[in-house]
């Protein structure tokens, strides 16, 4: 079965730090991988999604990823975080043909000024 | 504009008592439904998938008979959590699809007194 993990659980920064929140998702067949992000006391918004391509993808508010097939991660970058990506910030993988997402456990970003 | 309407955005109920959430795909024809649920600090779990005009399948370890789930229409479907009990006490979202990954209802927050 599909699986989705985020080993950074809680990350705290100072504004201005560089971020990278990791993604690994087992599953060996083609899949479409999203980073979507929830701030305190919203519904989820998507960042980015990669579905074929290059695989670095660019989202947005400054974000992107990368797809690293032979590594099956798909990590969030930014290189300067502000306070006001303090959030959740979660990975979900669909399989290339449905929509069924599966997402991880979630990776909560603290930023302070 | 929202393309997805969650209604209620919130409610609370007593513990035994029965709660119907709809979820509406307002600009297109979902013939997908999934449901998910999200208690504090955790992430999303899909419960079911529903299609419309057949029974919904449950993930392993959601009760059918305690969430029911219809999907009559191509632009609803309603989860109704059935002799709701403090447990029950989550944020539900809905995600209707039309092979598109961004559209989640603003949620509903359950709460079972």
């Known amino acids: 079965a599909q699986s989705v993990s985020q080993h950074n659980h809680h990350v705290i920064l100072s504004e201005a730090a560089s971020l990278e929140l990791g993604c690994n998702y087992s599953y060996g067949g083609t899949v479409n991988l999203f980073w979507y992000v929830q701030y305190p006391g919203q519904h989820l918004q998507l960042l980015l999604k990669y579905f074929s391509g290059d695989p670095l993808v660019k989202g947005i508010k400054g974000f992107e990823a990368e797809f690293i097939k032979s590594k099956f991660s798909f990590n969030l970058r930014k290189p300067s975080v502000q306070w006001s990506d303090t959030a959740e910030y979660f990975c979900?993988?669909?399989?290339?043909?449905?929509?069924?997402?599966?997402f991880g456990t979630g990776t909560r970003l603290q930023v302070f000024p | 504009g929202a393309v997805v309407s969650q209604h209620p955005s919130w409610v609370i109920c007593k513990s035994g008592t029965s709660v119907k959430i709809e979820c509406r795909s307002l600009?297109?024809?979902?013939?997908?439904m999934f449901w998910y649920r999200q208690f504090p600090k955790q992430s999303l779990m899909l419960m079911a998938t529903s299609n419309e005009g057949s029974k919904a399948t449950y993930e392993q370890g959601v009760e059918k008979d305690k969430f029911l789930i219809n999907h009559a229409s191509l632009t609803l479907s309603t989860l109704t959590v059935t002799s709701a009990h403090p447990e029950d006490s989550s944020f539900y979202i809905c995600?209707?699809?039309?092979?598109?990954?961004?559209?989640f209802g603003n949620g509903t927050r359950l709460t079972v007194t």
């Open positions: 995600r209707p699809t039309a092979s598109s990954p961004l559209h």
């Open positions: 979900a993988v669909s399989h290339y043909n449905t929509d069924k997402l599966i």
């Open positions: 600009d297109f024809q979902a013939t997908t």
